[in-house]
């Protein structure tokens, strides 16, 4: 049962450059969506979210797409930092639980 | 900021015990959480609580799993009779509502190892 997945276990990217995300999900019932990351030894921390009913919300650096017809999402970084390089999970929120994707390790090089 | 904190940090038991994880959720937060993750694999939702019992639970949330929330700060996830298949990161989260994309807060989690 995996209604969310992320499928790029790891991502390098340089400092600087733009560090893009990506997730899908096959319930089409989902009606909000949140990206969290997550450093070694701690839980995970909430990023960003988005409403089904959005394309696109942004908060700073951090950039959350909505594509609902394609049933993706996708994270965008800019300018990416050393300080980034963490898991980010994809969750979408059901009615009474969050339903995470199996995780994306991004690492900025310096 | 207020936290999500969770004690022990490290939990060993042996195979057949019993168990309780602690979990102290954000002051106003109205309901709660445990996942779990096991190493490798994606973070599990176990269990919701919201006013003094159980909103909805998972199939990993079987007989041996219980929660409680004994007083108005803790919240606590017991295991029964712990199984091997137990090892893993289990996690706590509170959020003063559902939906309307009111983020989970996670707390740093307890590693339960079972020998």
């Known amino acids: 049962d995996q209604q969310v997945k992320q499928n790029s276990p790891s991502l390098s990217v340089q400092e600087g450059r733009i560090s893009i995300l990506n997730c899908d999900y096959t319930n089409s019932m989902f009606d909000y969506f949140l990206w969290y990351k997550k450093y070694p030894a701690e839980g995970p921390t909430f990023l960003i979210s988005i409403s089904s009913i959005k394309d696109k919300n942004e908060d700073g650096r951090f950039t959350v797409f909505l594509n609902k017809s394609a049933k993706h999402l996708s994270l965008h970084i800019v300018p990416s930092q050393p300080g980034d390089s963490a898991v980010y999970f994809c969750a979408a929120q059901g009615a009474n639980n969050l339903f995470f994707g199996t995780g994306t390790r991004l690492t900025v090089i310096p | 900021e207020p936290e999500v904190t969770q004690t022990p940090s490290h939990q060993v038991t042996q195979m057949g015990q019993e168990v309780i994880l602690r979990c102290v959720p954000i002051?106003?937060?109205?309901?709660f959480y445990w996942y779990r993750q096991i190493l490798g694999q994606k973070v599990e939702f176990l269990v919701s609580?919201?006013?003094?019992?159980?909103?909805?639970k998972s199939e990993i949330f079987d007989d041996q799993f219980s929660v409680e929330r004994p007083d108005g700060s803790n919240f606590t996830l017991k295991i029964r009779s712990t199984k091997l298949e137990d090892s893993a990161m289990y996690f706590c989260a509170s959020t003063y509502m559902t939906r309307a994309g009111q983020p989970q807060h996670f707390g740093d989690g307890t590693r339960l190892s079972i020998l």
């Open positions: 609580f919201y006013n003094n019992e159980i909103s909805e």
């Open positions: 002051s106003n937060h109205l309901y």
